[in-house]
């Protein structure tokens, strides 16, 4: 860990030569056929299933990518046995090398942000000493709160070579119920994405890029490509690709020049690839294949439509 | 479980003749003198800590008050143990008669924000049926996303008559780096504001409240008072009172002519009280006494300097 985020980051994109995040959202109803069935009826069977699923697809895609994204939401559904199995999860993606991003969205003030920080980023007091818990690599949150709800988060961060990536423009169709509300002169994720560059200035890497990062829809590629221009060191977390409809071609415009810059989230698009038709009629009931055919698939495409071919030399 | 949020909240406040909320935010270094040591110095131990002082918090006030509010945070930062402790306790309050909010401003879109509000409001898939994991009666939440980050939660509560309460005006002191720019003539809260009033209407109870709260910080008391005169019918959950600088006369606006509508919190100040001078003065050691001096001590300044005295009757 005695690198800065962002380069660990980098050189792990460099090493496997794509911007993928593979994202694992664990809805139990879209578990492949047969998998809950494997596990008790139960809230304990269940969290077990969510687990087994994530380790099953971190064991597929960890050679091929530097990154997996954790939706927190799946797991709290399911109380402290879902925690267990989040907990167990996370544990298993680091053993396999890969870089862990927990999607919580978290945001709170002062103290109460600095426990989520050390929670989630750094270490929290037990005994004499303090220990990591989570110790995931990067944590989104959302800024609404200012400035108090934001530079707790990255004070931790920077200590222990961590990442945050704060909301700032979302994927989703209502997105712009606030964010594209215009004061003085430009939308609130202008405003948002300002005070981004300005909470990471102190926090640069070798690679110039800050540790703290902006999440922002492939699904508005005009507003991506402001957005990169106007943050040009500042790392994108892009969701949207594939079935919320955005294409590589929407995100292209997420790079820098040397094809990083941005990082690519699939969840559902890869994880439960075997739903698709093209992939159900190809692999049936073999939805690792599936997995494994949408991942590669979508490193193809990326490579072969955005900056992001860069990394593959 | 019958009757709407509101109306089962109202009736619990008449009886208690209060609009007081007891927070609950387990620092482990703001615990008793001699509490952490009874307990192992490992993650499971401080967890276990936090709980029982959640336990013995409740015992003293679960027969003045009508709610608590736990801060997930300090649970979350000790991992699985920890939210094993969070919901012993809530199973705790609920045990004994509270109603109980978890604070924990989530927040995300569609399938992934009804996961949070099945977990934690409503029933999650297990087996063949729907179980209820969680089961808190109202959540926090923040808005950032727009509608599709708020509806989930409210289309969940308003089946299962559970309540949420929207981050509209927080009391940190940058809370206004967005919340006040201006947009269309009025701030961003005021736009939050007006969406939450619209998000509430189909959901009202038999005393024409919504479902749907506001959270307005005391330290702000003219958008409080302005926030009471624009949603007239909206809950407020006010934090802000005691150790952040707020007093009953802040908060007067904050309530309807009937001395209901509004809910004030107050964490540290009293369930810490033992660290104030003046409690510690008097009570030394008898922490639970402090607790229990300085609750009935808001009961009464919000009774004589509020329109909540009304309740009293």
């Not at 300002?194 to 703290?212: C, P, T």
């Not at 599936?290 to 955005?306: G, S």
Request: hydrophobic content about 45%; aromatic content about 10%.
């Amino acid at each position: 860990m005695s690198a800065h985020f962002v380069d660990r980051l980098f050189a792990a994109m460099r090493r496997v030569g794509n911007p993928v995040v593979v994202g694992i959202d664990p809805r139990p109803e879209e578990l492949p056929p047969g998998f809950l069935e494997r596990f008790p009826a139960d809230q304990s069977g269940v969290a077990a299933a969510l687990g087994q699923f994530g380790r099953e697809i971190i064991d597929i895609v960890a050679t091929h990518v530097a990154l997996v994204k954790f939706q927190s939401a799946f797991y709290e559904a399911y109380g402290p046995p879902g925690f267990v199995a989040l907990h167990e999860t996370v544990e298993h993606a680091k053993r396999m090398g890969l870089i862990v991003i927990l999607d919580g969205k978290r945001n709170d003030i002062g103290s109460t942000a600095e426990a989520y920080a050390r929670g989630y980023l750094g270490k929290v007091p037990i005994g004499g000493s303090f220990e990591p818990c989570w110790n995931v690599d990067a944590l989104t949150i959302n800024a609404y709160l200012g400035t108090e709800g934001v530079t707790p988060f990255i004070k931790v961060a920077a200590r222990e070579n961590k990442g945050v990536f704060v909301l700032v423009r979302t994927s989703n169709r209502s997105a712009g119920d606030f964010q594209d509300l215009v004061a003085d002169g430009k939308p609130l994720y202008r405003h948002v994405a300002e005070r981004v560059r300005l909470w990471g200035q102190s926090s640069l890497g070798q690679e110039g890029y800050s540790l703290v990062g902006a999440v922002v829809g492939a699904t508005y590629p005009t507003q991506l490509a402001e957005l990169r221009a106007a943050l040009p060191k500042v790392l994108l977390l892009v969701p949207g690709y594939g079935t919320q409809g955005a294409t590589s071609l929407d995100i292209a415009s997420a790079f820098d020049d040397d094809g990083l810059g941005a990082l690519v989230n699939n969840s559902r698009g890869i994880t439960f690839a075997y739903e698709r038709p093209a992939y159900l009629a190809r692999f049936g009931d073999d939805w690792q294949g599936a997995v494994r055919q949408a991942l590669q698939d979508m490193i193809d495409d990326l490579a072969a439509n955005t900056p992001a071919g860069k990394l593959r030399v």
